[in-house]
């Protein structure tokens, strides 16, 4: 059973900085391209940045030069590091994992940038 849970949300305050954890299990997480997702109230979901195998990245123009992805094959992990944080970052954000077998989700984590 795949699993991705995500850890390190929560409120801050704006300019500040977040780093967003995404633990993964039942995957061939080396495999996987892995990615974040947000999605703001009354907004549809929106990609924030993804990674490949090969540590390709992608990141959204709202959040280049802001935020960072990353990941650990050896711990199964991905993370979004998050700077600059402002309250149109505030957002659910979901960790997915994509593997040629399947499209896969986290349950998401709240992070709100306010004052």
């Known amino acids: 059973q795949v699993q991705l849970v995500e850890s390190g949300g929560g409120l801050v305050q704006p300019g500040g900085s977040l780093r967003l954890s995404c633990a993964a299990s039942?995957?061939?997480?080396?495999?996987?391209?892995m990615s974040w997702y947000r999605q703001a109230p009354g907004k549809e979901r929106e990609l924030v940045a993804s990674?490949?195998?090969?540590?390709?990245?992608n990141v959204a123009d709202s959040v280049k030069g802001r935020f960072t992805i990353s990941r650990d094959n050896s711990k199964n992990t991905v993370y979004l590091q998050m700077n600059s944080l402002t309250p149109e970052d505030t957002a659910v954000y979901y960790c997915?994992?994509?593997?040629?077998?399947?499209?896969?989700w986290g349950k998401g984590i709240l992070v709100t940038v306010s004052s």
């Open positions: 997915n994992g994509r593997v040629p077998y399947g499209n896969y």
């Open positions: 039942g995957i061939i997480f080396s495999a996987a391209v």
């Open positions: 990674i490949t195998r090969y540590n390709n990245t």
